[in-house]
């Protein structure tokens, strides 16, 4: 079994490198010894053009994680089962939820899993996994399920609802992240983290005994947050000591900025193209 686990950004709002595509979503392409996993699968134009521009072999793929049931993390799941046939699928039952937000003008806009439902997907996934408790899914990588709120500065992020006529407010439950150990400590993966990052971090201390947190990787949902809470973000980022940062997609420019600014040798970029490798423990 490999000593590591590589990731290699496949899908994500901006492209590092000579014909990769970008766009707003996020999919990720874990490898932890003998299995392979696709983490989001962005909203599904840019996912097969990626991969096979990076000579990523998404039909070898073992497990396909969904972080939440959003269409930029959702829309290339078709893309992904037609190539990986055997592939396990697991996801939060509320991420097949209809979702939409509410846009300026007060008119809902469908955010949800686009084309498939959830039987649809049974039919074409070898298994489908339902995930509401942490678990651990292959060699080594563990999904957290449903992440506790308790920080009083977090929230959903968003004008996020469950209906059409936003009535019903959507709390995003099905927001999960991946996590597994390196010999530096923990390595994080978040989708948007709309649960709230220091939620997502302290739930995963909790799960492995306050290891230390190592690196945190994907998107951090700050893109609409205050300024306020930015910084109540950086402030906690830095008493947890994380080391190795790496926040792509929603996280927003002006967050962005923070980070880099507040951790200018923790920072790293995570476009379309990036690999990131970690010794194991």
């Known amino acids: 079994?490999?000593?590591?686990?590589?990731?290699?950004?496949?899908?994500?709002?901006?492209?590092g490198g000579r014909g990769l595509l970008g766009e707003h979503g996020l999919a990720l392409w874990v490898e932890a010894g003998s299995k392979q996993a696709i983490f989001d699968t962005g909203q599904g134009m840019a996912l097969e053009h990626n991969a096979r521009h990076l000579e990523i072999p998404l039909g070898s793929a073992n497990v396909?994680?969904?972080?939440?049931?959003?269409?930029?993390?959702?829309?290339?799941?078709?893309?992904?089962?037609n190539a990986a046939l055997q592939a396990r699928v697991f996801a939060h039952p509320g991420a097949f939820r209809k979702k939409y937000i509410r846009k300026d003008d007060g008119t809902a806009h469908s955010i949800g899993i686009p084309s498939l439902d959830e039987?649809?997907?049974?039919?074409?996934?070898?298994?489908?996994?339902w995930i509401t408790q942490p678990k651990e899914i292959c060699e080594g990588l563990f999904v957290t399920g449903e992440i506790p709120r308790t920080t009083d500065f977090e929230d959903t992020g968003g004008p996020f609802f469950l209906d059409e006529g936003c009535q019903k407010p959507d709390?995003?439950?099905d927001d999960q992240a991946m996590f597994f150990e390196s010999a530096a400590g923990t390595v994080v993966i978040l989708g948007c983290a709309h649960a709230g990052v220091i939620n997502t971090l302290r739930y995963i201390q909790q799960l492995t005994d306050n290891r230390p947190i190592h690196a945190v990787i994907g998107g951090m949902h700050l893109i609409n947050a205050s300024l306020e809470r930015i910084d109540r973000t950086i402030e906690d980022i830095r008493k947890v000591g994380v080391?190795?940062?790496?926040?792509?997609?929603?996280?927003?420019?002006?967050?962005?900025?923070?980070?880099?600014?507040?951790?200018?040798?923790?920072?790293h970029t995570c476009s379309v193209g990036t690999t990131m490798e970690f010794e194991r423990l």
């Open 64 to 81: 396909i994680v969904l972080s939440h049931g959003h269409c930029d993390h959702t829309g290339g799941l078709t893309q992904a089962l």
């Open 119 to 129: 039987n649809s997907i049974q039919e074409q996934t070898s298994e489908m996994v």
């Open 1 to 15: 079994m490999s000593h590591s686990v590589r990731i290699t950004v496949l899908v994500e709002n901006t492209a």
């Open 171 to 173: 709390a995003l439950m």
């Open 243 to 267: 080391d190795y940062l790496a926040p792509n997609h929603c996280t927003g420019m002006i967050a962005m900025m923070k980070l880099w600014t507040a951790f200018p040798d923790r920072c």
